[in-house]
């Protein structure tokens, strides 16, 4: 049974840090390309960042770029997006997808919200 479980979201201040981690079972994940998605309120689910199975490349997109990172670790089983600079319109829940060609799975999310 494979299993994507996220963690770190929290409460931020504008301008503060936080870093995801999601941790992957029951699948062989160094082929997985991942992905962090978030969903806001009222709004699509969209991509945040995705990394190829090696870790070789990255794609962020437009507005996260220059603030967030993705990175893996595959001897972890364990993607991460590191984000700094955090804004009110990062509020979201963030949700972490494995791919393999039409194959996806999905994390439960977890609840990122930048507030003063």
């Known amino acids: 049974q494979v299993q994507l479980v996220e963690s770190g979201g929290g409460l931020v201040q504008p301008g503060g840090s936080l870093k995801l981690s999601c941790a992957a079972s029951g699948l062989f994940f160094s082929v997985y390309a991942m992905s962090w998605y978030r969903q806001a309120p009222g709004k699509e689910r969209e991509l945040v960042a995705d990394?190829?199975?090696?870790?070789?490349?990255?794609n962020y997109a437009d507005s996260v770029k220059g603030r967030f990172t993705i990175s893996r670790d595959n001897a972890r089983n364990t993607v991460y997006l590191q984000m700094n600079s955090l804004k009110p319109e990062d509020t979201a829940v963030y949700y972490c997808n494995a791919r393999l060609v039409s194959r996806h799975y999905w994390g439960q999310g977890t609840q990122v919200t930048v507030s003063s």
């Open positions: 990394i190829t199975s090696a870790g070789g490349s990255t």
